[in-house]
């Protein structure tokens, strides 16, 4: 029995040893074949060396919000950080993570999707069907209609069921299954049945060349389906807390992974699957991740730097843009310099996280722009009827007295993302600091 | 309904039985199912490696016994119609022609940057793409010298990204 167990697990070690240095060849074919791009903020600070990564164990040990579930659900919670350990991990790993403590506490949950036995194309669920076997990891048929309707059954019978929909831009197949079945299935039963148990993941924002079929950010076409939740982690740990919570959340949460934040190193990534994806990525999203059980709050935006004189709200991939429009807010390079007035650069700028964008975090939000008294929200969603416009409205109502200048929103035009043209519609950092020194002068 | 399976690798084969289905649908006026069997031999994109899910010794021995190109020349070499010379110099010549088509294609300017908001709708612009490509322009013009990824990215549209407002 240990023999035929280690030799299978040398065999699977081998296995992705194998996948790994193939992929790492094929990677660096596709590099010495392609014009390296410039880098995405040019040679400025960016995601790189963000600040927002927690990299050592007592910072990710100490991540706000943090709750450890050591035990079964339900026990009493240990608030303890001695003795904790971390690892380094991207964010497949840690989404990969997080769905191994699910399959190996809940003998009731599931995880599927197209591909995903096979490891996903973003590697998330990689050795997770030779670690808990073919009955709980398995491929479904390509269809997003049959898989989320296959979730609400099986949760509806009592089962955590994990989805996967390859891309957020294919969940429009699923959009009947999730928004008539998965957000009213609670509802229109008095209460009788429902379908917390269902969690759908999926990959979504921009890459950089994806076009316009792998590049959308759906989550503002769920934010009327009043039952569902809607959560976008912008980090590893943000993305195992999150997803940990949005599993074990007793709604059906859709939980969108911004897949360019996916892998660690600056270079194009390599997927083996039916449905492969080269990942440009925008710098190292690592961080130090608890590999205990722990989970992080849905609905709870978080505050990454405080300020008095300007909101600036946003979710996923456009965190790390933000974060340089703000670097080169209080230091710009020269050839912006005259863009930026020396009054404004020492503005103090509070960004916020937003996480959960249904039911996203109104009080966090009111708090600080009522303390600031402007506000600029940034999505990588087209503008019209985007979740900016949702936010806008209730701010404006909430928060009418005490606004210095309408609120902004940074956005990608109403436009498909066509691959040729993506490096203007999609915001970028130069478009977010545009709206921060517009906001700040009115 | 009628259906028939046929030998997608078979080039006359599939000829054949769409001839014959089309004829029913005309003559019957009734739908076919005519499902034409192949093999994926190719990755699925540039950046699959298939052979983490198939055996590439599979892939091979398609490539080699079930090729339908190479089966349908062998057919036309044993009718005498073609030669091992005529192939080489077909091959030489197309890969030719495809070269310079992509050498050429490479040196093309891409669309006017304006072209972005186009064809989102026919006939009139509505006012928020108007707006939009006009708030673009106005960037563009303010950032399009100093903001190096920008920059180097406007030249190369026809228009410079000039020409959004």
Known sequence: MFTSQSSAAARIAKRRLLRSSTARRVARRAVSTQVEPPPAGGHLPGIATSKFLRTTRDAALRTPGITWRDDEHGAPVREIIGGRETRKMNVYQAVRDAMSIALMKDDTAVVFGEDVAFGGVFRCTMGLAEEFGRERVFNTPLSEQGIAGFGIGLAAMGQTAIAEIQFADYIFPAFDQLVNEAAKYRYRSGGQFNVGGLTVRTPTMSVGHGGLYHSQSPEGFFMGAAGLKIVIPRSPIQAKGLLLSSIRDPNPVIFMEPKILYRSAGTYGFMASSEAFPLTCIGNVVEQVPIDDFELPIGRAETLTTGTDLTLLTWGTPVYHCETALSMLANPPPSLAKHVPASLRSAKVELIDLRTILPWDVETVLESVKKTGRLVVVHEACRTAGVGAEIAAEVQKKAFLKLNAPVRRVTAWDVPTGLQYEKFVIPDAIRILDSIVETLAY | ?165
């Open chain 2, 1 to 165: 309904m009628d259906t028939i399976r046929v030998d997608g690798n078979d080039v006359l084969a599939v000829l054949a039985a769409t001839r014959e289905a089309r004829r029913r649908c005309v003559e019957d006026g009734r739908g076919v199912l005519l499902e034409a069997m192949t093999y994926r031999v190719s990755h699925h994109s540039t950046s699959d490696d298939s052979f983490a899910y198939r055996p590439r010794q599979e892939v091979e021995e398609r490539k080699r016994i079930d090729n339908p190109i190479g089966r349908f020349r062998l057919w036309l070499h044993s009718q005498g119609w073609w030669s091992d010379a005529e192939e080489e110099e077909l091959k030489t010549r197309l890969k030719k022609d495809v070269m310079t088509a992509f050498k050429r294609a490479e040196g093309v300017k891409r669309h006017a940057l304006k072209e972005m908001f186009t064809d989102v709708y026919g006939g009139e612009e509505p006012w928020h793409l108007k707006e939009q490509r006009e708030e673009l322009g106005a960037l563009i013009k303010k950032y399009g010298n100093d903001w190096e990824p920008w920059t180097a990215e406007l030249k190369k549209f026809k228009d410079n990204g000039e020409s959004l407002s």
